[in-house]
């Protein structure tokens, strides 16, 4: 017996346990997303600190960046 399948009543409800494992598996989804889109984010600013390092600078201040998919901001 699946025991998330009840409410607290005791009654089967299966509409509101589908709905908990959507919204669940679309917050995994969304994590997912972020967390790849943020070492992506990391793996930019050391390549543009290598490519300063490389030509013989060296950043003296934050880079800030959008994401053009996400809108997310970087500092």
């Known amino acids: ?3 998330e399948r009840y409410n607290s009543s005791g ?5 509101a346990y ?3 494992n959507h919204t669940i598996q679309e917050a995994k989804t969304y994590m997912r997303s972020r967390f ?5 984010a990391e793996e930019f600013v050391h ?5 300063a390092e490389g030509y013989g ?4 201040d934050r880079i800030r ?3 053009k998919k996400t809108g997310w901001k970087y500092v």
């Open 47 to 51: 390549a543009v600190k290598k490519m």
């Open 36 to 40: 790849k889109r943020q070492e992506d």
């Open 57 to 60: 600078f060296r950043l003296v």
């Open 65 to 67: 960046f959008q994401d």
């Open 18 to 20: 589908e709905a908990v």
């Open 11 to 15: 009654c089967k409800d299966d509409t």
């Open 1 to 3: 017996m699946n025991r």
